[in-house]
């Protein structure tokens, strides 16, 4: 059921409380690194705004333990939020104490307030109801725009808009869209589908690959999580990551999968883990002792570019190789450009994939780059998000 969005509310006059993620990557010196999370919720504040309403924003920022710490004050992400938005954003102290609680009640249409880090109160992670109550007597809309924690069920998610039922509770335009390209896309998809997994663990994505190969034409398998496939069908892995209590999952797919699962036929390796290192391309599951793979070797990315060229649709999760390491960049750049070349709709999965996509260059040649990681993986496991069930349907 389609949800009820932000732009199908009056906020003229109204307080809305907006659930973001602004757990965004900040440097040592506490500067945030990639600011897309704060540029895609954009659209929603600015709606809100541009219609004479008044924002209140709520994010957490890494994973503090239930108290304030001052290394994961949302201050940084404020500061660049304002700068994108071009307009002073006020900032609480706090979530639910005396300094949020009277700059919410102070706030003038147009005006944004950012609550300091939600996880700073020990009531967010647990759900608490009289946290959430007291976040919800703030405001008289709900918005949740944090696609990156909806497949989490805190206060901010769950028990903020169930103690504010009666009131208008939507999606933001992120979350919208997310939804679109993670959900919709995907059941209905334009043929042939292709899915492309990479990253360190099979164990991570042991579900979605799972799902996606009930659904897809094709699922391509590189990453470091090649290399434990590699080792179930009893091949040599040299020094390679891998996951050797998974081997039996890792066969078990191979003999559900048949023809769909397409795993390398080769791999490029190393000596040591740095671009300078002795290099090898050896046929899969040949490594010599003192060698580990780093990406996947020419010939497969060959083959995986020619399948993903031809797709109609495209779901990417996880590098084909150490991306950040040239030349071991090579198989996911050659996915990358397929890609682009290819005339499908292309869905990007979180984290390493969307690093990837813009490292590479190609962002702005694919239909969506996911500001999702965990959540992401669930939304193509096809999980049922109670953040999301929960708000208005159309
Ligand atoms: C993320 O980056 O995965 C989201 O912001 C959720 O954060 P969490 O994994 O700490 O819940
Ligand atoms: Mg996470």
Redesign the pocket.
């Known amino acids: 059921m389609p949800k009820r969005t932000i732009a199908e509310v009056d906020v003229a006059d109204k307080t809305v409380l907006m659930r973001v ?1 602004f ?1 965004v990557p900040l440097d040592s010196n506490s500067q945030v690194t990639d600011d897309r999370r704060v540029r895609m919720a954009l659209p929603s504040i600015q709606s809100v705004l541009q219609r004479g309403g008044r924002v209140i924003l709520m994010s ?1 920022l890494g ?1 503090p333990k239930g108290e304030p710490d001052s290394k994961y004050s949302l201050k940084p992400a404020a500061k660049c939020l304002e700068e994108l938005l071009e307009r002073d954003v006020k900032r609480a102290t706090d979530t639910v104490g005396q300094d949020a609680r009277s700059q919410a009640a102070a706030l003038q249409n147009g005006d944004v307030l950012g609550l300091e880090n939600l996880r700073f109160h020990p009531g967010e992670k647990k759900g608490d109801a009289e946290f959430a109550q007291t976040l919800a007597d703030m405001a008289d809309i709900y918005c949740n725009d944090a696609f ?2 909806c497949h ?1 069920e805190h206060a901010s998610m769950v028990a903020v808009p169930e103690a504010m039922a009666g009131k208008p509770r939507v999606v933001g335009f992120l979350v919208e869209r997310e939804i679109k390209y993670l959900s919709d896309v995907i059941s209905n998809p334009a043929r042939p589908f292709v899915a492309i997994l990479g990253g360190a663990k099979v164990s991570e994505k042991i579900n979605v690959i799972q799902k996606l190969l009930t659904i897809c034409d094709h699922v391509l398998v590189g990453g470091a999580m090649a290399y434990t496939f590699a080792l179930a069908t009893g091949g040599r892995v040299g020094n390679s990551l891998v996951e050797p209590d998974k081997t039996d999952l890792a066969l078990q797919l191979i003999n559900e999968a048949g023809e769909k699962l397409k795993l390398p036929v080769d791999t490029h390796c190393g000596d040591d883990f740095s671009g300078d290192c002795n290099k090898q391309v050896v046929p899969a599951g040949t490594i010599s002792d003192g060698y580990e793979g780093l990406d996947i070797g020419p010939e497969t990315a060959r083959q995986f570019a020619s399948i993903v060229e031809n797709a109609k649709t495209v779901v990417w999760n996880g590098p084909m190789g150490v991306f950040e390491m040239p030349p071991f960049d090579a198989g996911t750049r050659a996915i990358a450009e397929a890609i682009a070349r290819s005339d499908s709709t292309s869905i990007i999965g979180g984290g390493d994939s969307a690093a990837a996509i813009q490292q590479l260059g190609f962002a702005d040649q694919v239909s969506h780059v996911s500001t999702g ?3 992401s993986l669930a939304m193509l496991e096809g999980k049922a998000f109670q953040a999301v069930d929960l708000l208005d349907d159309c």
């Open positions: 993620d757990n957490h994973r990156g924690t989490r990681g965990g959540a």
